[in-house]
């Protein structure tokens, strides 16, 4: 019985692992692919190396100058809408619940982080997460890519998945893909 036991909790455990791992893969080969310019700072996790911080350009929205609702609150879930523009795509549209993506119009998941208080002259700015702010990479090149994004360098590509989730696919440095994410 003990041993049973045993096996269906390494089951359970494997399981498990599995649906990460195949949930994660599925993101990534999401059929929708934004890029996105970014600007990171640098710091080291202990236990997992050199990783990125990055805040995008679409971190930060003034909700005046777009589409949609203008009103969040911390922790709310917000779906912003992008439109690509040249190489790189821009919010255009923000609010609480997801319109439609389309071949011209991706649309993002992200969770309010703050928003400042509404005035009639002066910009509203609501602060945004979207799954994608820090980035692990080789042990080394973190600085390396630190000091290109500051060049103003450096962009991401960005799957979005059926549920509107983010996960970076790969980094670019002038357009060139230099980084691609996998699995293993």
């Known amino acids: 019985m003990a ?14 692992l ?11 080969n999401a059929s929708q692919v934004v890029t996105l310019k970014i600007v990171p700072v640098d710091p080291r996790d202990i236990f997992r190396g050199d990783y990125v911080i990055l805040n995008y350009e679409i971190s930060r929205l003034d909700v005046k100058l777009l589409d949609g ?8 879930i917000a779906y912003v809408a992008l439109r690509k523009e040249a190489a790189l795509w821009k919010a255009v549209a923000i609010s609480v619940k997801p319109q439609a993506s389309s071949p011209d119009i991706a649309v993002i998941k992200a969770t309010v982080r ?12 609501v602060n945004l997460d979207y799954g994608i702010e820090s980035y ?4 080394g090149t973190g600085h390396v ?5 500051r060049k103003g360098e450096l962009s991401a590509d960005i799957a979005i998945d059926g549920d509107h ?13 230099f980084y691609v994410e996998g699995i293993f």
Not at 114 to 125: N, R
Not at 145 to 149: G, L, N, R, S, V
């Open 3 to 16: 041993t049973l036991r045993i096996l269906i909790v390494i089951a359970l455990q494997t399981v498990a």
């Open 18 to 28: 599995v649906w990460m791992i195949v949930d994660r893969q599925q993101m990534l």
């Open 69 to 76: 609702e203008d009103k969040f609150s911390y922790g709310d």
């Open 114 to 125: 703050s928003m400042d208080e509404p005035s009639a002259t002066s910009p509203v700015f």
């Open 136 to 139: 692990f990479v080789p042990q």
């Open 145 to 149: 890519i630190e000091d290109e994004a």
């Open 165 to 177: 989730r983010a996960a970076i696919k790969a980094l670019r440095r002038n357009g060139k893909v």
